[in-house]
């Protein structure tokens, strides 16, 4: 009977009965044309990759069968003999209800790609007759969808332009990281809250955390409503009309389904199509997108939000374990020794065996382990047929099939360790590395090659490669270890803790905590620290006793630029060029640069060598005379002066003996040379004579040079300087 | 036989993504599938029971794998199992009568012997007579001692078609079958049937002005209380809802539509009712050899609530929900853990499911079923009329022959 519908089926629905009911079909991608399952996708496609021991695509035919999909076209990429294989061996091949088809192209890189070679096959075959469901091959699910799909052929009728139904889920991302649970970045979507219509789509990037989402003002004009979310989650289910296909073909240079597709339809405004969103409630659908979806799918697995594809339902073919209490699923052939500890949500495949005192958590062990005794196992996932041996310790680690990890080693958080690999005996296997027996591709261009290479080759003569390559190299893990630790990419190195199956560590957690509490609190001094010079002193102790990390290194850099510039006497306008640079790179004032201008010429007076505060202030005086211009370009307005005697006050502070008693001398001779105003001077006094008996150290110093500044102002020019060296 | 497979796999696969929902539908798609099963099964001419007893079997134990949950399928496929052992056991005796009555004839004269002699005698009888001489005879048999033809009423006719030796053997082979099929399909009748003739005993049961508490949903209470409904009684229901699946609403709706005053409890709410009620009345997702009930989850804390006010607690359960496994077995004592989503929104909880973030430490569990130890309950009622708890066992030996029940 199976046979028949097989054969029958499909040429029947493509004559004459397709107009009164089609049939169901699916487009299932078999590959997901990203590289974050390296180096575990280099073995084997992530689809066949086992998550709570069975591989992640028999979730999702699972799911299609029972949600009423009749056709599946399982469209394989990346190690498509090994899917193909799979399939054939499985049930799905003679199943009564589903009908898999698989289509095999190597020269599709994205999804895009697929897409787009599904559509020529289309124009010959014509195989998908009316609206389908797009999802990848590593979607777990049990959401039904048989009255989506009513609905969105409803929808279709009413509006031609309705060409997708997006399947949306609601689920907080963390206030932190900015990271759904999933370990996908944040999703910003707006939607029309009465027609569902979605209007904008943005994955939230790493580096603007601020979580600003910027909205046309059109969207605005057009809807009456619009309904922002920031706690929605995509799951990647699309329900698609077949004119999705033809604008892939259209826009070839579409790749990603999110990227590029929706947001081409969204903000392009093609041909006026639109997409709409459906929201689930009770039914669960995840996508397994990276390391640490694929711990929390595998843990929602255990919690049974994915019921019934949960381990102790035989769903697809697979052995159901048995779940006893505390959501331990076991095998019945598990051999476990009574020391053995095994605590909750955990699960354990047929014919393994556990040792005398284990301790076993929050993980998942698949079929033919041998775990020898004293082992902790916790929150990791061992695959099938994976050796450990006496003492190891795992935390939160992948371990591929056949791996073998010697006594006493131990695998800290977020290792992943791919098929084959042995580690040493007692060897530490650093946090977040990944292992494999292949060595790491050099180039990105290179290891598509090599995935594909692989794949239409075959596994034999990949494996007789590696059996060399652990010959000649089998030290990075130990000396009886084999194995390549692969270095993280560039810039993916800091992002490791997001996307491992390890959690986020309590540290790193403290630290975003920390930034953002930096964040806050530099939003508050550094606005104002510039703004409010001029009327609250108070605030610009307070600044300065607390310096802020940006201007400390920008007064850095230009001391090193003012010491060159003396140095190799380097004419002013560069200097300023330089210093304007070094502002604008670290957006400061102008006032700072005079702070950190003067700052630098004072320091290069009291660094060079001498005796007495006379010849200090000789040195002082020179630098000033020669530089006055540098330092003049700077001080213009009254602010940026008042910045450098409070720059020199606060100098003199530090080093009270050696620069203390010259305040009232270079004051002067500031003042002498034109650098400072006596407004500006006395503008200081004014602010300073409200502060406390402290700080008014070097205001009594200089009291009597800002009286007689004072008079001198009153009598307008009058020359007074034989009065002034009285003092 | 092709056929018969796909149907099978096809079963299996719902059992396994739980598409069939209640004992009744699931014994009912169980017994009709086995009675496909038996019909296309090829007989051999030696030892045809035991070929019949292997396909079942063999499809069987395919059906309690794919749902061990679901007790009624396995006790359906043990109830066909014993018929097809009772339907042989009653030929055997009667072949055996006939080579008692002319030794070491012809096989024509078997027939002719047959025809005379056991013409009119049923299968049944012959089988309580060979089971009273194989165990000590039941209060059922002893009962329903007297034979009735119309259980099988085609016995007569076989031995007259029969006219040479070869037809004489296929047609032996065509009885026993013919026999076995005549049997399931008196099971599948006894199982369409059993709500009404549980339902007929309602007015026994409900008194007038009484109040009833029952909870969740069951088919079953909801025709026993609409029977006492139909013969004038006037009484009130309460229905505690039944949570996290709410099926109580459900049953609610029905029971007002059928015009019973209905009043809606949570829950949590049962021992704070129960003193106004007269009796309570479940239906049961399974009832065990020893009398405990596995019913919908909830149910022990309603028994236990009855006890301490010394309230009826009834049990109503078709003969397809007797299962002859001990709850002791922990094989048996299985429970469903159901989507925690019938409990919480997943969306509104998702902060505490982060196990990034490492605050994934809330657990959700939702189990369907409750076991109610035997001596919580006070009366069972199954179509065969009212039984004490411990009165089961009893029962059950009627219905299974002892070798099927380990499978």
Known sequence: MGAQKKGGGARVSEDAVEQSRQRLQAILLADSFATKFRPVTLERPKVLLPIVNVPMIDYTLAWLESAGIEEVFVFCCAHSMQVIEYLEKSEWYSHPNLLVRTIESHKSISAGDALRYMYEQQTETSQIQGDFVLVSGDTVSNMPLTDLIQEHRERKKKDEKAIMTMVIKQSKSSQLTHQSRLGTDQLFIAVDPLTKQLLHYEEDKIDH??????????????????????????????????????????????????????????????????????????????????????????KDIIQRWTYP?????????????????????????????????????????????????????????????????????????????????????????????????????????????????????????????????????????SDEELEYADSSSGTADHLSGLNLQMESKASELGPDGAGYIWEACEGAHDEEWKHSVAPIPKDKLSEITQAIDDEDTDDESVVPASGELKSDADSINTDVNDPNDDYYYFEKEVEGTVLRAVEENIKVDLVTLEINGLRLSYNMESADCAGATFYSMIKLAVDTPHNSASELYKNAASIITNWKELLGFYVKKIDEQIEVIMKFEEMCQESPKELGPLFTQILHLLYDKDVLQEDAILRWAEEKAGADEADKVYLKQCDTFIQWLKEASEEEDEDDEDEEEDD | MPDVQSTVV??????????????????????????????????????????????????????????????????????????????????????????????????????????????????????????????????????????????????????????????????????????????????????????????????????????????????????????????????????????????????AKELVARGLQT????????????????????????????????????????????????????????????????????????????????????GEFSDCLDFGAGSGSLQVVNPTFDYVPPNLVSLFITDTGGHNPSYMYRLIADYYSADDLVM
């Open chain 1, 209 to 298: 955390p601020s979580g600003s989402v910027c909205l046309e003002k059109s969207l605005l004009d057009t809807n009456p409503s619009v309904l922002v979310c920031n706690d929605m989650q995509d799951c990647y289910i699309d329900i698609c009309s077949p004119e999705v296909l033809s604008l892939f073909e259209d826009n070839f240079d579409y790749q990603h389904l999110r990227r590029h597709f929706v947001k081409g339809v969204l903000v392009d405004d093609i041909m006026g199509y639109k997409i709409f969103t459906h929201e689930i409630h009770s039914s669960y659908a995840g996508r397994i997108d990276n390391f640490r979806s694929y711990d929390t799918v595998s």
């Open chain 1, 309 to 445: 594809y949960v381990p102790d339902i035989n769903f697809s073919g697979n052995r159901p374990l048995k779940l006893g209490r505390q959501g331990i699923y076991r095998a019945s052939d598990v051999v476990q020794s009574r020391s053995a500890d095994v605590g909750a949500s955990t699960v354990i495949g047929y014919g393994t065996k556990i040792g005398n005192g284990d301790k076993i958590s929050n993980s998942v062990i698949g079929n033919g382990c041998y775990i020898g005794s004293n082992v902790v196992i916790e929150g990791s996932y061992i695959w099938n047929n994976v050796t450990i041996e006496d003492g190891c310790e795992i935390r939160n680690a992948i371990v591929c099939d056949g791996v073998k990890i010697r006594a006493g080693a131990v695998l800290q958080p977020g290792v992943v360790l791919s098929f084959n690999v042995v580690v040493g005996r007692d060897f530490v296997v650093p946090a977040y590395s990944k292992v494999s027996l292949l060595q790491q591709p050099t180039t990105e261009d």
């Open chain 2, 10 to 251: 096809e079963f299996v696969n719902k059992l396994r993504k739980r598409k069939i929902e209640g004992s009744q539908a699931t014994a009912k798609c169980t017994v009709e599938l086995l009675r496909s099963v038996i019909s296309h099964q090829r007989v051999p001419h030696a030892n045809q029971a035991a070929a019949l007893i292997d396909a079942v079997k063999a499809v069987g134990e395919q059906l309690v794998a794919a749902n061990p949950v679901e007790l009624a399928v396995g006790n359906v496929v043990r109830r066909v199992l014993h018929i097809i052992r009772e339907e042989d056991l009653s030929l055997t005796t009667a072949a055996m009568g006939g080579l008692d009555l002319l030794d070491a004839s012809d096989d024509d004269d078997v027939d002719n012997c047959k025809g005379i002699g056991y013409p009119a005698m049923s299968a049944a009888v012959v089988a309580a007579a060979a089971r009273s001489t194989l165990r000590p005879p039941s209060l059922q048999t002893l009962l329903e001692g007297t034979p009735e033809s119309a259980t099988v009423p085609y016995t007569s006719s076989s031995g007259a078609d029969s006219e040479s030796k070869t037809a004489d053997k296929s047609s032996l082979t065509r009885k026993l079958k013919h026999d076995v099929i005549e049997g399931v399909n008196q099971l599948i009748h006894e199982i369409a049937g059993c709500h009404e003739q549980i339902a007929e005993q309602a007015i026994e049961h409900i008194h007038q002005n009484e109040v009833i508490l029952t909870l969740g949903s069951s088919r079953t209470v909801l025709e026993f209380l609409c029977a006492a409904k139909e013969k004038k009684r006037s009484f009130r229901v309460f229905v505690a809802e039944g949570a996290p699946r709410y099926q109580g609403h459900l049953l």
């Open chain 2, 263 to 346: 009043t809606v409890i949570t829950d949590s709410a049962v021992f704070a009712m129960i003193s106004r009620v007269n009796m309570v009345i479940i239906g049961a997702h399974a009832v065990m050899a020893n009398g405990g009930v596995i019913g919908p989850v909830g149910v022990n804390m309603a028994a236990l609530a009855a006890q301490k006010h010394a309230v009826p607690f009834v049990v109503l359960a078709g003969s397809h929900k007797l299962c002859p496994l001990y709850p002791h077995n922990p094989e048996v004592l299985l429970n469903e853990l159901r989507s925690p989503s019938e409990l919480l929104d997943f």
